[in-house]
């Protein structure tokens, strides 16, 4: 089972709750009285091209208007246009832009920018207020990939303590959490969690991590990657029976801070070493089919074609960029095995039970992967050995079926946990 005890803790409010929530479906709020609409906001890193985050967002969107059609939603996120037109919601800037011209904006430099940063923090009370809750829906929204303190560090602190001193209930929903590795950074993200009235989990290492820096996290549970819960494609039938079709993700990596130097040497690394790799499936006769996950890897798979093509000029690789974890698991349908680095492409493969090799840039993708499984077959982005990759595919691919039934097994177990999840919810969070 991948839910510890934590989560067992709600077993025994499960049954009295799945009776409540069917009234509350029917009803509004189990008494027969039409209840006042709730008023519920979404926050997180949306609509900036990252797959993961979006369906993360999917998921809850339809969770909540398929359980309370009548709430009103809106979210608070990075591109709210974006989002404003992909999900049809109400939408607000997680930052505002601050006095851009004249005395104002001399004013808030001569003073280290600290009237526009009180200014802001008004802004968001100001909204946040208007919330019965603030939901943050997955994503990996405890760590600090690719972050200064400045940006998202700071947002989420900014926004918990509005909400916390608006009243507004503030729910983390199978997040992920860690490595946060700069320390004010860490400072930051750990006192906006203890200000939530709800915390779960997407892992064992994220509850981990978080007890790790001294946060009790005890009585919060785990519960799968929101992902899980996204409705899947039915697979493609395999035509050829001796040739595989291997999906194989590619990402824009350059280290976990990607501003930092050397990222574009360990880019190269990763590339040249992922093009040696497809070049061998190529001679072995199977089909290569490259996946994305963020908008940002479109570069990344420029250069993986530009390698591949310099080593086998006649080579011929099946690409089609995706918008959502939807479009992703479309293309993993038309995939027999999967190799890939970030972390939602996993989810997505696990999902349509495509046996996976992960060359992971956290521990995130191992966990997943060892819960699934498939705990041999986890490698690091920058570390890890093409021979070492060939000889682990050859053993995948010739223990495919074997690895396909386990993988199903475990997906019944986590449609389980995603429906407890869903009860509480609805009885403790939602309302």
Not at 51 to 66: I, K, P, T
Not at 115 to 132: E, L, N, T, W, Y
Not at 332 to 358: G, Q
Request: proline share 5%; hydrophobic share 40%; aromatic share 8%.
């Amino acid at each position: 089972m991948i839910a510890t005890n934590d989560a067992d803790s709600f077993e025994s409010l499960a049954a009295a709750d799945a009776t409540r929530a069917a009234s509350h479906r029917a009803s509004g709020d189990g008494t027969g009285l039409r209840r006042t609409p709730r008023r519920i906001a979404l926050f997180g890193l949306f609509g900036c091209g990252n797959l993961g985050n979006e369906g993360s967002l999917e998921a809850m969107v339809g969770f909540l208007r398929r359980e309370r059609p009548g709430a009103e939603l809106f979210c608070i996120c990075q591109e709210p246009e974006v989002v404003r037109e992909v999900f049809g919601l109400e939408t607000l800037p997680i930052r505002g832009n601050g006095p851009t011209s004249g005395l104002s904006r001399r004013i808030n430099r001569l003073f280290l920018k600290i009237p526009g940063k009180i200014a802001d923090f008004a802004r968001a009370f100001s909204h946040v207020r208007k919330a019965d809750v603030m939901i943050i829906p997955g994503t990996g929204i405890l760590d600090d990939f690719g972050e200064r303190p400045a940006g998202m560090p700071y947002d989420i602190l900014k926004w918990c303590l509005a909400a916390r001193l608006a009243g507004t209930h503030i729910a983390f929903v199978s997040i992920g959490a860690g490595p946060i590795r700069n320390r004010l950074s860490r400072l930051l993200m750990i006192s906006a969690a203890r200000l939530a009235r709800y915390r779960s989990y997407r892992d064992l290492q994220s509850k981990e991590f978080m007890e790790s820096v001294g946060f009790d996290a005890r009585n919060d549970p785990i519960y799968p990657d929101l992902a899980f819960g996204l409705p899947a494609p039915t697979p493609v039938p395999q035509i050829a029976p001796n040739t595989l079709r291997v999906g194989v993700g590619v990402m824009a990596y350059r280290g976990w801070y990607g501003f930092a130097d050397g990222g574009q040497s360990i880019f190269s690394r990763y590339i040249g070493k992922l093009a040696i790799f497809v070049v061998h499936l190529l001679d072995c006769g199977h089909e290569v089919r490259l996946l994305t996950g963020d908008d940002d890897d479109g570069v990344a798979v420029d250069a993986l074609l530009a390698a591949v093509r310099s080593l086998r000029p006649d080579s011929k690789l099946a690409y089609r960029p995706v918008h959502s974890l939807g479009d992703v698991m479309g293309q993993m349908a038309l995939t027999d095995l999967v190799v890939a680095t970030r972390f939602h492409n996993i989810v997505c493969a696990l999902k349509m039970r495509r046996p996976t090799i992960s060359l992971g840039y956290a521990r995130k993708n191992d966990v997943l992967m060892d819960q699934m499984g498939l705990g041999e077959y986890c490698h690091n982005i920058e570390t890890f050995d093409v021979d070492g990759l060939i000889a682990q595919f050859s053993r995948l691919a010739a223990a495919r079926q074997a690895y396909e039934r386990t993988i199903a097994e475990r997906l019944a177990e986590l449609g389980g946990q995603i429906e407890r999840q869903c009860v509480q919810l609805l009885s403790s969070v939602v309302g």
